[in-house]
């Protein structure tokens, strides 16, 4: 749900339940009952209230036990003030009217001092958002209990001999903007996500995970089981040496490609300041024709809000098309600096990193991951990858190391575990080198980005520059 | 204080009682203020400026040998009341999975205050003082030319914490950080290098106030680091070779802190981070029988080094800070460990228990994570090498989940030749496995270089956990490295 000016939705008051979490919907009208707190600030240009509250329950599990049943709520209140483009941002979670005016007045005085921003562009005139719900009652209402019964449903498809660790977290959230040039825009949305990695004897260890806005989404005996094949089949695996192999990546290490991908070259700021992977290669060929990549808040397939952290409604931006770079994200004020409009990927202010894309996806083809295993004379199978980070961001070269269910394959055939590598690879060049894309996308997360929707790939060159002992 | 604050104290007592009516064997109650102020300047303009206040309370309750946990924001008793339940709730549903029930090492409860020494409160200097130091560091950056950025920026921090638990503890904290750093970006011919000063990320934070700020020598550093910054972009890059690596202190503080600080919390080596950043290659015997590095390399967790960000009186368990050997002359000895899991190896809890604020449940966290200082200065060390690499401030870091296989990348690198500094190299990088990098260290500088560093970025944890923890750290040696990694 998501509302423009003038109409701010009807949702307002749902109940998130009693024992699955802390928290309940504020609302829109209440929403701007607390803005209304700080918008009525005397002496300022331009006023911003951004609210986030959140809540949620997360059931984490360890050697087959829950060791850790936690619920969390907190609000965050984050006001912008400007005064002939002098900015100042204070944030509070004293979510009432009296909290909002104090964080304003503090962000009023900050402004006083500073000097004014020459690129300020004003705030987020009036639109309406899309429409999307992205709000179950049921994934917000989750019960511990729940949490906990899916867990030992994920331990029982455990084969002998292994344990599970990992979570199963249940999250609500609604996010808000109102501001003084009239625009309102209000959605609330959860999330849903059960993740485990499976332990063996003989150093064998799997991967697996769904990540849903939806409880319904999840499997947990599908999850439990799919990761203890991957423990049992990886158990005493051989050394390879480091080199260069084809290999089949799955949908979770897909993910960390293009989730370092968009920080070393998606952001509209790095571009424009010619520090990004991309900067001067539009209408270049930047990949694989196979490759298309775009990002878009308004699909139902993706996670959060259909507007952005300035209240911008969120435009499909599509990044690489047939493997040829297009275009880039911006928010309000890299927007007027390249004479573009914004595309809706503004994060909160104060924001030095600029604008990012946190709603990705690449599109499918038509290949299944067995039809890559078996086209494959000699490579390797990776589940997902660890740690990853950035070795040269104008290259696109990050490294890390591959985790939980790595094989070699051999003729068309998984012939066995090999020990961990770790990886050092230029993006674009693993993505220039991608002969056959998954037929199915999936939503998958990586350890410091958000979750993007993306396919298997099978990439013919890929360097690894070291191993593990396990 | 304001009013909303003013009572925090008896809402972590009022939590506490509502906890025990509820049914809690055992509860204790963090309630909390956090404030934050950051400034940053980019060219001499203004990139942000913001200030954040954070009021709540944790519940943590042990229900039939199960934790439970569960926070709020908002302080009335009726909430509190509801989020005290909601934490019994939450212990009495994992008891619904068979597990070993939570034996928690003995504690004396504490009724205490604490505070971390700061002589010029952060929080009261003036707005235009700082907005002033920020602006005359970039202009001083700028000097250098052919520079693209010139950015610095200032954080303050501090935390607020009263800790109350059905034992008897009452404790109150208050934790304060300061910090700053400048970083000049040049770029160019599809290239961009990028130089920090005193420190990468943010610069150089410490357990201090104000007066930390007054030492760094922000401007009278900032033309150097400009000028180095546009060098790099005409440098070669660094060679690929095994050689002799010699690092600052600056990078050494994260090589500490990734390939030792991380595989010693005893809650990895249990398993109970294993599904997220990992466990570790030590095991829970292993205290007094691991080789982990040369016998020139000891390692201290101290919870009472000044000006460290791992620093207070008490951990979030009411455990008093202490000072622990890790490594001793190049034997490991001792995890860093909770009251949970101090029993597993025998122990009592050596306080590192400590969480992101009042919002999170309490994990195992480095305190600081130090290598003792032995003998020599940094430029003794480079004068007693007849070849090598000298690299200089990390620029990226990435370690496997049981901490074994590193690479780090550094901001600048130059060649030592006959004890000399030589050829500048730009996008050094190295890799290695743990304990045979550390088994090849044969010199660690002594007191002249040694600095107590501050990372304030440290993940852990599901939901991720934002942890703040020091490191004292020395210029060292290693021989037969990796060097210069290529895809």
Known sequence: MSAGEGDAGTTGGRSAGTTGGSGALLGPDEFRRIADGALSLKGADDVEVLLIHEWGGLTRFAKSEIHQSIAREDTELRVRVAKAGHIGVAASNDATPEGAAAAARSALEMAGVVAADPMWPGLAPPAGAPEVDRFFDATAASSPEMRADAVAELIGRCAPGCTAAGAFETTAAELGLANSEGQLCWAPSTQASLTTVVTGPDGGSGFAEVFAGSTEAIDAGAVGTSASDKAVASASPRALDAGAYTV?????????????????????????????????????????????????????????????????????????????????????????????????????????????????????????????????????????????????PMESSITGMTRDGTFLIEKGEVVGPVRNFRFTQSILGALSSVSMVGREAHLASEFFFSASRVPALKVDEFHFSGVSDH | MGPREASVFDVAKMAVEAARRAGAELADARAGIDETESLTVRNQEMEGIDRSHSTGVGIRVLVGGRWGFASTSRLDEAEVERTAGLAVAMAKAAQRLPGEAVELTPVEPATASWRTIVKEDPFTVPLEEKVALLMQASSRMQDAPGLSFAEAGLDFFRRSTWFVSSDGAEIEQVVTNSGGGIEAVAVGDGDMQRRSYPNSFRGHVKAAGYEHIRTLGLIEEAERIGSEAVALLSAPECPSEVTTLVLDSGQMELQIHESIGHPIELDRVLGMEEAYAGSSWLSPGDGGKVRYASDLVSITADATLAGGLGTFGFDDE???????????????????????????????????????????????????????????????????????????????????????????????????????????????NYTGITPEFWGSCDAVGGAEDWVVWGTPNCGKGQPGQVGRVGHGASPARFRNVQVGVRG
């Not at chain 1, 209240?311 to 880039?328: H, K, N, S």
């Not at chain 1, 038509?366 to 660890?386: C, K, N, P, Q, Y």
Request: charged share 25%.
């Open chain 1, 248 to 392: 089949v990546l799955e949908p979770a290490a897909t993910a960390t490609l293009v989730g370092f991908l968009a920080w070393v070259g998606f952001g509209g700021r790095a571009y424009i300041e010619d520090r990004s992977c991309f900067s001067g290669k539009q209408g270049a060929q930047v990949a694989a024709p196979s490759i298309s990549i775009w990002d878009d808040g308004a699909d139902l397939r993706t996670l959060g809000a259909p507007f952005d952290f300035e209240g911008t409604p969120a435009q499909r931006v599509d990044l690489v098309t047939d493997g040829v770079f297009r275009d880039v994200v911006f928010d309000r004020r890299t927007a007027k600096e390249a004479g573009r409009d914004s595309t809706g990927h503004g994060l909160p202010s104060p924001n030095p990193e600029g604008p990012f894309p946190l709603h990705l996806f690449m599109d499918t083809g038509d290949a299944t991951v067995d039809e890559m295993i078996r086209s494959t004379e000699r490579g390797l199978l990776v589940t997902r990858f660890h740690y990853s980070n950035v070795v040269n």
């Open chain 2, 318 to 428: 009411g455990v008093p800070a202490q000072r622990v050997p890790i490594i001793v002359d190049g034997m490991f000895e001792n995890f860093l460990s909770s009251r949970e899991t101090a029993g597993v190896v025998g122990q009592n809890s050596n306080a590192t228990s400590r969480a992101d604020g009042w919002s999170h449940l309490p994990l195992i966290r480095m305190t600081n994570i130090s290598i003792e200082p032995r003998e020599g200065t940094l430029a003794e060390i480079i004068g007693d090498t007849d070849d090598g690499i000298f690299m200089t401030t990390n620029s990226s870091w990435s370690i496997d989940d049981k901490r074994i296989n590193f690479q780090f990348g550094c901001e600048q690198a130059r060649r030592i030749e006959g004890g000399k500094l030589t050829t500048l190299y730009k996008n050094p």
